[in-house]
């Protein structure tokens, strides 16, 4: 693992186009185009002051809303500083299975993550984008239907990352400024196209291939090597994939059967729970 393992070539879900064209959804849900802005995003900055709704959801949290002011834009394969530090981020929701039981968890451990979602899928169920951001976690972009960025041309990436933007800000009431790039694949104009957009990419050190359905202690197991060395941050990869699949939903059961112990160990061994958001960033 090591260092190489903070730059992995795919992070989660090779099922997921199969298990999301196994549902039927309304075609309105699943056309970025129908909701892309891409006409309306300028190519050299975020919009937060085009946020629409942003009055409604952050009112008890006004204090942690001016808090996240997004970082410049960068590539981030590790937390910035040093200290044992844990970010948990959960990747390819909102699930209407999973993710409500893992944000329980959360608030009954008191940790704060961060969510990458699937726009399609925050589209479908908003309820529950509008719901992680009420408890006070950081939604990011992962995308409008998780299509890989490093085969995508400008126009598919201004179609699934602006379209995406666009909703989760709607949603949260809050500035999207990071952004997770499917399975991790990125090309160089896939990178420069997010930094145009001011949204940071962030990595990971820890998968715990928990979208495969590996079971609750592998899981625990591999969340708990994660670390490249003891002692260090780490970025813990989880998912709270919208899974229909019998096999989706046992890894979905697995995930939060595994959680609370992850959670506690990393307590143990001293670690602070952090998200990814602008107080990362000391500059
Ligand atoms: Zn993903």
Redesign the pocket.
Known sequence: MGQAAALPGQ???PD?PSATASVPVPSSTVAPTATAPATTTPSSSPTPAATPGSAAPTRARASAASARTCPAPRTLAQLPGAGRRIALTF??GPSPISTRPILEILDREGVKATF?Q?GENAKEYPQITREVARRGHVVAN??WS?RDFSTSSPAHLRQEVDATTTLLQSLTGERICFV?A??GNRSTGSDAFLEGRGLTQIMWQGDTRD?SGPGTSAIVRDALAAPPRRGASVILLL?D?KQFTPKGQEAGRQTVAALPTVIREYKKLGYTFVQVDGTLFPD
């Open positions: 992070d989660a879900l997921l990747d390819d990458f699937i992962h995308s998780h997770r499917p399975y979208w998912h994939a």
